[in-house]
């Protein structure tokens, strides 16, 4: 069999086809259109990031701060062991959170958007997963305390059932605890970006899988899972940033018994050692940006928005 | 693993199938065999449950009754893998992230050859539907027809007996929807197994179709060959359908010589040959016309045509020029359109124009009757003429 399309060959020659720089005549309104956001990010954001980054270079004592340009600060910091355990506190946990809301999120976003069936009953579902979020981050972190307690809700349940004879100590002021409240709070930025990409997956790919002979584990690995990368990009994005960003958790949850990179530096900040505190900030803005710099090299989120 | 064409059979047969969506029946105990190596078009307005029976060949729908079997065997509850069909989707359903290459390929990555069988497997493909030099491309970098291709071509990769093709031409537009028309028909002769085409077009399905299957609501109007379902539709529905045909009704004044004279609602006055059936005087009778067989003479103004029988007279209401003929439809005052379709060398030769009073004429013997309702016979039924159709 032999289908010849003549058009094929003007069509490819015209994709190929580089367009040239034109000023659009819409190029001013849209300046304008993101001139606000770039007056806030400017202000808010730009400038105080200039100030820590200079902060972060200056000289300091008990009682001032001294304008200076020095490295002692970074010095400091990368001498410090304590640095380093900071560190692999806090990356360990956004590692271990990052995986199970993954798991989690695309799990509950598979379930909304392949196995409910009406759109109402679907938003009705979505809706519902957004209901923790009515009250505030501390309420709902702290709730977790009663219920995991040593005395709490989950301990005396184990023990009336006779599963256990004594409480479980490991439940409260832990490790465990901690990534209890961070999974519980970060879960939904995991399920909403991507509930929205595999909303977008075109159902009749999933037929054509199956048609093809795929079972319901490759229909997922070979369609469903990439198709997804844009949302588990940005979902990534969301819960590591978050995790790496957080103190409050961490110190409340391991009842002081683990600290992130966050919460040492606010103890800096406490302790009006700015120079130092500066300078741990800039390199914890790095690192968060390396590390986003690096989902965004696995999946050009750009490129698959735009597609 | 995938049947080889030659060794298994391509027959599908539909068998009482019922499907019901909730409250709403799709499909109401429907029977169709489809010879093997043959080319079924199913055809029907949209929510007539033709892509319904489809989707319940492939695999994708289960019956809520019925079974379907596919080369004798019963394939109810059996995986996609196992029945032997391969289904083209309507909007092609291209994998967007995977190369026109691992499109093709990947019906046998999930019978699990090795790469390189796979990528020779769909290059060979690919070079048949000339689009080898696409072969890295992604879908969306291709244009319609050429996607649809890749379409087809994927489809094919697994040899498979029965090819079920959802609307594959809807989405082209008309100069590659008659090219790709004809090449399906080309790529089904040449590979002897059984297509099974779902169209809403009707030039579509009698050009290509061996057999056309017209539906109505869930069930069968017609099965019968294209050129049947054109020259000789079985009831009022059909012949509306399908088009190419002007529906005749009225009620039996008499009956002689095998012909009846029935009495339009409009004054007008038909013969409908009725073979050997006796109707009843005054009962409703139906019969179709083709409209190329119809003639149009012009009424001088202020003149009184002549009408006997198989003759209306009414204003042109709207001219189309088809090329070859020309579309004259005629406002009949009350009865349904009444379209004649005119030689261009006729028509041309005595221009028409719109507003214009014309009498239509044909012959008795162009006269087909139709099948609606039950005719009321005056004696014994003489015979089964009405069971046998189709």
Same mark, same amino acid.
Request: aromatic share 8%; hydrophobic share 50%.
């Given at each position: 069999?032999?289908?010849?399309?003549?058009?094929?060959?003007?069509?490819?020659?015209?994709?190929?086809?580089?367009?040239?720089?034109?000023?659009?005549?819409?190029?001013?309104?849209?300046?304008?259109?993101?001139?606000?956001?770039?007056?806030?990010?400017?202000?808010?954001?730009?400038?105080?990031?200039?100030?820590?980054?200079?902060?972060?270079? +200056?000289?300091?004592?008990?009682?001032?701060?001294?304008?200076?340009?020095?490295?002692?600060?970074?010095?400091?910091? +990368?001498?410090?062991?304590?640095?380093?355990?900071?560190?692999?506190?806090?990356?360990?946990?956004?590692?271990?959170?990052?995986?199970? @809301?993954?798991?989690?999120?695309?799990?509950?976003?598979?379930?909304?958007?392949?196995?409910?069936?009406?759109?109402?009953?679907?938003?009705?579902?979505?809706?519902?997963?957004?209901?923790?979020?009515?009250?505030?981050?501390?309420?709902?972190?702290?709730?977790?305390?009663?219920?995991?307690?040593?005395? =709490?809700?989950?301990?005396?349940?184990?023990?009336?059932?006779?599963?256990?004879?004594?409480?479980?100590?490991?439940?409260?002021?832990?490790?465990?605890?901690?990534?209890?409240?961070?999974?519980?709070?970060?879960?939904?930025?995991?399920?909403?970006?991507?509930?929205?990409?595999?909303?977008?997956?075109?159902?009749?790919?999933?037929?054509?899988?199956?048609?093809?002979?795929?079972?319901?584990?490759?229909?997922?690995?070979?369609?469903?899972?990439?198709?997804?990368?844009?949302?588990?990009?940005? =979902?990534?994005?969301?819960?590591?940033?978050?995790?790496? =960003?957080?103190?409050?958790?961490?110190?409340?949850?391991?009842?002081?018994?683990?600290?992130? *990179?966050?919460?040492?530096?606010?103890?800096? *900040?406490?302790?009006?050692?700015?120079?130092?505190?500066?300078?741990?900030?800039?390199?914890?803005?790095?690192?968060?940006?390396?590390?986003?710099?690096?989902?965004?090299?696995?999946?050009?989120?750009?490129?698959?928005?735009?597609? | 693993?995938?049947?080889?064409?030659?060794?298994?059979? $391509?027959?599908?047969?539909?068998?009482?199938?019922?499907? #019901?969506?909730?409250?709403?029946?799709?499909?109401?105990?429907?029977?169709?065999?489809?010879?093997?190596?043959?080319?079924?078009?199913?055809?029907?307005?949209?929510?007539?449950?033709?892509?319904?029976?489809?989707?319940?060949?492939?695999?994708?729908?289960?019956?809520?009754?019925?079974?379907?079997?596919?080369?004798?065997?019963?394939?109810?509850?059996?995986?996609?893998?196992? #029945?032997?069909?391969?289904?083209?989707?309507?909007?092609?359903?291209?994998?967007?992230?995977?190369?026109?290459?691992?499109?093709?390929?990947?019906?046998?990555?999930?019978?699990?050859?090795?790469?390189?069988?796979?990528?020779?497997?769909?290059?060979?493909?690919?070079?048949?539907?000339?689009?080898?030099?696409?072969?890295?491309?992604?879908?969306?970098?291709?244009?319609?027809?050429?996607?649809?291709?890749? !379409?087809?071509?994927?489809?094919?990769?697994? /040899?498979?007996?029965?090819?079920?093709?959802?609307?594959?031409?809807?989405?082209?537009?008309?100069?590659?929807?008659?090219?790709?028309?004809?090449?399906?028909?080309?790529?089904?002769?040449?590979?002897?197994?059984?297509?099974?085409?779902?169209?809403?077009?009707?030039?579509?399905?009698?050009?290509?179709?061996? @057999?056309?299957?017209?539906?109505?609501?869930?069930?069968?109007?017609?099965?019968?060959?294209?050129?049947?379902?054109?020259?000789?539709?079985? /009831?009022?529905?059909?012949?509306?359908?399908?088009?190419?045909? /002007?529906?005749?009704? $009225?009620?039996?004044?008499?009956?002689?010589?095998?012909?009846?004279?029935?009495?339009?609602?409009?004054?007008?006055?038909?013969?409908?040959?009725?073979?050997?059936?006796?109707?009843?005087?005054?009962?409703?009778?139906?019969?179709?016309?083709?409209?190329?067989?119809?003639?149009?003479?012009?009424?001088?103004?202020?003149?009184?045509?002549?009408?006997?029988?198989?003759?209306?007279?009414?204003?042109?209401?709207?001219?189309?020029?088809? $090329?070859?003929?020309?579309?004259?439809?005629?406002?009949?005052?009350?009865?349904?359109?009444?379209?004649?379709?005119?030689?261009?060398?006729?028509?041309? !030769?005595?221009?028409?124009?719109?507003?214009?009073?014309?009498?239509? #004429?044909?012959?008795?013997?162009?006269?087909?009757?139709?099948?609606? $309702?039950?005719?009321?016979?005056?004696?014994?039924?003489?015979?089964?003429?009405?069971?046998?159709?189709?």
């Amino acid at each position: 069999m032999a289908i010849v399309n003549p058009a094929a060959d003007a069509f490819a020659a015209s994709d190929r086809a580089e367009p040239e720089a034109v000023e659009y005549p819409g190029e001013r309104a849209s300046w304008l259109q993101v001139a606000p956001l770039v007056v806030v990010l400017l202000l808010f954001f730009g400038l105080p990031m200039l100030v820590v980054l200079a902060v972060s270079f +200056f000289d300091f004592s008990r009682t001032e701060i001294i304008p200076a340009f020095i490295f002692d600060n970074y010095i400091d910091l +990368f001498r410090s062991e304590v640095t380093l355990r900071l560190y692999a506190s806090s990356l360990k946990f956004a590692a271990i959170v990052w995986a199970v @809301t993954l798991v989690l999120g695309f799990n509950i976003a598979y379930f909304l958007v392949f196995h409910v069936r009406g759109l109402l009953f679907q938003i009705g579902l979505f809706l519902l997963c957004t209901v923790p979020f009515l009250t505030s981050n501390i309420i709902r972190m702290i709730s977790w305390i009663p219920f995991l307690g040593r005395n =709490g809700i989950f301990n005396q349940a184990l023990q009336g059932a006779g599963i256990t004879s004594q409480p479980l100590e490991f439940l409260l002021f832990s490790d465990f605890a901690v990534i209890v409240a961070y999974v519980h709070l970060f879960t939904l930025f995991m399920v909403v970006p991507i509930f929205n990409s595999m909303a977008r997956i075109d159902k009749s790919l999933l037929e054509a899988a199956r048609d093809a002979g795929a079972g319901r584990f490759r229909v997922v690995a070979e369609v469903v899972w990439p198709l997804s990368r844009t949302g588990i990009a940005l =979902g990534s994005i969301f819960v590591v940033t978050l995790v790496m =960003g957080d103190s409050f958790v961490v110190r409340t949850m391991s009842g002081g018994q683990s600290a992130s *990179v966050v919460s040492a530096l606010q103890n800096e *900040v406490a302790a009006l050692q700015y120079p130092p505190a500066a300078a741990s900030a800039v390199i914890m803005v790095i690192i968060v940006t390396l590390m986003v710099a690096g989902i965004l090299r696995v999946v050009d989120v750009r490129k698959e928005l735009a597609g | 693993m995938a049947p080889s064409a030659s060794a298994a059979s $391509g027959e599908v047969a539909v068998v009482g199938v019922t499907k #019901r969506f909730g409250e709403t029946t799709a499909v109401k105990d429907l029977s169709l065999t489809i010879p093997h190596g043959s080319y079924c078009c199913l055809l029907g307005p949209s929510g007539c449950g033709k892509t319904t029976i489809l989707r319940m060949i492939a695999g994708h729908e289960k019956p809520t009754s019925g079974d379907i079997r596919i080369g004798g065997q019963s394939v109810l509850g059996l995986p996609q893998i196992e #029945r032997g069909t391969a289904m083209m989707f309507q909007s092609y359903a291209l994998f967007p992230h995977r190369s026109v290459l691992d499109n093709v390929a990947f019906a046998l990555k999930m019978r699990g050859a090795s790469t390189a069988d796979r990528h020779a497997k769909a290059r060979e493909l690919l070079t048949k539907v000339q689009l080898e030099k696409f072969a890295d491309r992604l879908p969306a970098q291709l244009s319609g027809g050429q996607q649809q291709r890749v !379409a087809l071509a994927r489809a094919l990769i697994t /040899n498979p007996r029965v090819l079920l093709l959802d609307e594959p031409l809807s989405a082209l537009d008309e100069y590659l929807r008659l090219r790709m028309r004809g090449e399906l028909r080309r790529v089904q002769k040449e590979l002897g197994i059984t297509f099974v085409h779902v169209t809403h077009t009707q030039l579509e399905a009698i050009a290509v179709a061996d @057999t056309v299957v017209v539906m109505a609501q869930g069930h069968i109007e017609q099965a019968a060959s294209a050129r049947d379902i054109f020259v000789a539709p079985r /009831n009022a529905y059909v012949a509306r359908f399908v088009g190419g045909q /002007n529906v005749l009704s $009225g009620s039996v004044e008499s009956v002689m010589n095998g012909v009846a004279a029935v009495a339009g609602k409009n004054g007008v006055r038909y013969a409908i040959p009725v073979g050997e059936l006796r109707p009843m005087r005054g009962s409703p009778l139906w019969g179709s016309i083709r409209r190329d067989r119809v003639a149009i003479e012009k009424v001088a103004p202020g003149a009184k045509p002549t009408t006997g029988l198989n003759a209306v007279v009414g204003e042109v209401h709207t001219l189309e020029n088809q $090329g070859s003929y020309v579309k004259v439809t005629l406002d009949l005052a009350d009865s349904e359109e009444f379209v004649a379709h005119v030689a261009d060398e006729n028509f041309f !030769a005595h221009p028409l124009d719109i507003g214009e009073r014309v009498v239509a #004429r044909w012959s008795a013997s162009d006269v087909k009757l139709l099948e609606d $309702g039950p005719i009321a016979e005056e004696r014994a039924p003489a015979g089964t003429a009405m069971a046998t159709a189709g």
